[in-house]
């Protein structure tokens, strides 16, 4: 037994911690804190990838003989052994960075103290054997991504996309949750490894099987921003730049693809709930991408894409292919990490300026970010031999074998992703500085250079054999042979040609189409559904308020009682005469019941 699985996820909850108690007050001491505990924890990790047969001790939660066990215990096989290498990993360039980024932030302290909370959550989520212990730190995720997305809770649009991350992700959560219970009613249990023997339970009833499959399915569609769950997503860039990339690269959003490859078992049992699951990933895909052709916002752009290259992931899950699914999100992991904080620091250079279109000639001033950040748009795009070329050929021929349709729609995809990349890197870095700002602008920080490199490097072999296979079992080999990646490449080069022609020299975007610069008016819809929901629940309430609760019983109850007090008071006159009247009515009225009766 090892004790390292539990440094690797405490270690970043031990340092929160002390953050809060102890050096709330100590910026600097904070910020040291936090990255020297996410290095170590990378360590550990390092450490347990490289021992085979590696065990951690598990202690005992929940045990109720023949009805709950819910241990506290770790799955160590490859699958979670490389998430944890690539979430501490990316987490610590993305902590190094950030004593770069948020160096004069006042509130530096609680910002290292969330980050650190959340890898923790994370490497919950990654070593977790058991689906409540995944469900717990899954919320643990959702708490800390609600605290760094609204880390600038004084500007209102901060406040704003943290609720609407928190709350969009609570609808998928509820059906994870329902899925998760069909499965212990079921089973009988909630641990992996004990569910997997007994899934002939589940796949007895087909119906019940694709029901409990879909409902499991709607906790990845929050977590990785699916359709029609996506709409947090973008707004989630109101965080720092250093969150912004943490949260699409290496943690959250790969929480939803990562959940599902651990419970593959399960969800490849289904052929129905496979085939919902792969057309949403195509059509997150495929929508996300149009809408990122169209943006002007350097963070939204990048977190459109992001959006379409976790359809992509969805996707290979769908076509039944895990290790096509967790090579792109291995791959994606460094190239969208180096894309946001390329983003980052051209935000810091030119004063938190976002629109590209106020940009433009950065790649003279800002000679080391372009070039990084050149790396990883090749990367995204699929260019040879960059990472996302191998990672995404992948999933391109795993279409092309088992859906010609979603094969279509995903080269489309590729030719859309060359087109908003390379036009987000000729606006952005090529031709001359559109504003004095960005004339004036200047390379960022070495803190802040050092991970772009680090990831650029990544992103360029991240994908090759001779590296991958050291992490992952590959997807099998090509079966159509040249022609995937020709079309792959075709599609590159028509959307980068597209691209630049259309964009280089421009000072202003030469297209506009309303529907897609909207996005689609998803944003729209959803407000007026929930104004219209929110109306009909609150006339209802104020029916129900004003003529039952408040005319029934409060009015109602009111006026009875001052009638029955009328009717007394009458037969209260304080007069001796009447009394004795009433009296001898009452004797007659006995007098005559007792003989008459």
């Not at 490894?193 to 499991?216: E, G, K, Q, Y």
């Not at 969150?243 to 959003?253: K, N, Q, R």
Request: glycine share 6%; proline share 3%; aromatic share 12%.
């Amino acid at each position: 037994m090892s004790v390292l699985p539990w440094y690797a996820l405490l270690l970043p909850l031990f340092a929160s911690a002390i953050i809060v108690l102890l050096t709330q007050r100590a910026r600097n001491a904070s910020a040291y804190i936090s990255v020297a505990a996410v290095l170590i924890s990378f360590i550990c990790s390092c450490i347990i990838f490289s021992r085979p047969n590696i065990s951690a001790a598990q202690l005992t939660w929940i045990d109720v003989p023949n009805f709950l066990r819910v241990p506290i215990a770790f799955t160590l096989d490859p699958l979670s052994k490389t998430m944890l290498l690539i979430v501490t990993g990316v987490g610590t360039l993305i902590h190094v960075y950030s004593l770069g980024y948020m160096r004069d932030d006042a509130g530096k302290s609680r910002y290292f103290a969330a980050l650190s909370f959340f890898i923790f959550s994370m490497l919950g989520i990654v070593l977790a054997n058991n689906f409540i212990m995944m469900f717990i730190f899954w919320e643990l995720v959702g708490v800390s991504s609600y605290l760094l997305i609204g880390h600038w809770f004084e500007r209102d649009a901060a406040a704003d996309a943290a609720k609407k991350a928190f709350i969009t992700n609570r609808i998928g959560d509820f059906g994870f949750m329902l899925g998760i219970l069909m499965v212990w009613s079921a089973t009988g249990s909630v641990i992996f490894n004990d569910i997997a023997p007994h899934i002939a339970r589940i796949t007895a009833n087909p119906t019940f099987l694709t029901i409990c499959v879909l409902l499991i399915f709607c906790g990845a569609v929050g977590k990785s921003a699916q359709f029609p769950l996506h709409v947090w997503l973008p707004d989630a860039m109101e965080g720092p730049t250093p969150v912004s990339a943490l949260i699409h690269a290496a943690t959250m959003v790969a929480a939803g693809v990562y959940m599902l490859v651990r419970v593959s078992f399960l969800v490849q049992a289904s052929p129905e709930a496979l085939r919902v699951i792969a057309w949403i990933g195509t059509i997150t895909a495929v929508m996300a991408a149009l809408i990122a052709t169209q943006q002007d916002d350097i963070k939204r752009i990048l977190a459109y894409s992001t959006l379409s290259q976790l359809g992509y992931m969805i996707m290979a899950v769908g076509l039944a292919s895990d290790e096509a699914a967790m090579f792109h999100l291995f791959t994606h992991a460094f190239f969208k990490a180096l894309l946001f904080l390329g983003a980052g620091s051209v935000i810091i250079a030119l004063h938190h300026e976002q629109n590209i279109w106020k940009m433009g000639g950065q790649g003279k001033n800002m000679f080391l970010t372009f070039v990084t950040f050149a790396c990883g748009t090749l990367a995204i795009i699929g260019c040879p031999p960059f990472a996302g070329f191998f990672s995404k050929d992948a999933i391109l021929a795993l279409a092309w074998e088992r859906d010609r349709l979603i094969f279509v729609l995903a080269l489309f995809t590729a030719l859309l992703t060359a087109w908003y990349m390379v036009r987000l890197l000729v606006v952005v870095f090529l031709g001359k500085g559109r504003t004095q700002t960005a004339r004036a602008s200047q390379e960022s920080s070495n803190i802040i250079l050092l991970p772009l490199v680090i990831l650029a490097l990544l992103a360029l072999i991240g994908g090759l054999n001779f590296f991958a296979r050291h992490f992952l079992v590959l997807p099998h080999e090509n079966r159509a042979g040249a022609l995937v990646p020709v079309l792959a490449l075709g599609a590159m080069i028509a959307g980068a040609a597209a691209a630049i022609v259309l964009y280089r020299g421009r000072n202003e975007d030469p297209i506009s189409i309303a529907v897609l610069r909207n996005k689609f008016y998803f944003d729209e819809i959803y407000a007026a559904l929930i104004s219209l929901t929110q109306g009909s629940l609150a006339r209802l309430a104020a029916f129900i308020d004003r003529w039952l609760i408040d005319f029934v019983v409060v009015r109602g109850s009111s006026k009875a009682t001052w009638g029955v007090g009328t009717l007394v008071r009458l037969v209260q006159v304080g007069n001796l005469q009447a009394y004795a009247f009433i009296f001898g009515l009452g004797i007659i009225w006995i007098i005559y019941f007792a003989i008459f009766r």
